[in-house]
């Protein structure tokens, strides 16, 4: 019996927008998919907005929101994930 597993191409980038929970402007990691939703991470607060649904708070939001906040600075910005993401639609289909 063969196994195949199929991963969507994900791309991590940095963006400052508006968080839902601290209602401030702030640096966000975003991991986008090319057939899902974007997974944000706010680098104050922690709050985790998957495919638009702010998730409820957790103890480990705090975790997130260090993790997030070191990953920042070495991000891309959105020009990039621009260019990778209209790279990842028109590549042909076994090229994922």
């Given amino acids: ?19 839902r929970r601290c209602r401030q402007d702030t640096p966000h990691v975003v991991t986008s998919y090319v057939w899902y939703g974007p997974i944000t991470t706010c680098c104050e607060c922690g709050a985790v ?9 957790r103890k480990s939001d705090v975790y ?5 906040a070191a990953l920042w600075p070495t991000l891309p910005r959105h020009t990039e994930w621009s260019r990778w993401l209209t790279e990842a639609v028109n590549r042909p289909e076994g090229d994922l």
């Fill in 1 to 19: 019996m063969t196994v195949h597993l199929n991963r969507p191409s994900m791309f991590t980038w940095a963006h400052e927008m508006r968080c």
């Fill in 49 to 57: 907005v998957i495919d638009g649904e702010l998730r409820r708070k």
């Fill in 64 to 68: 997130a929101a260090m993790r997030a």
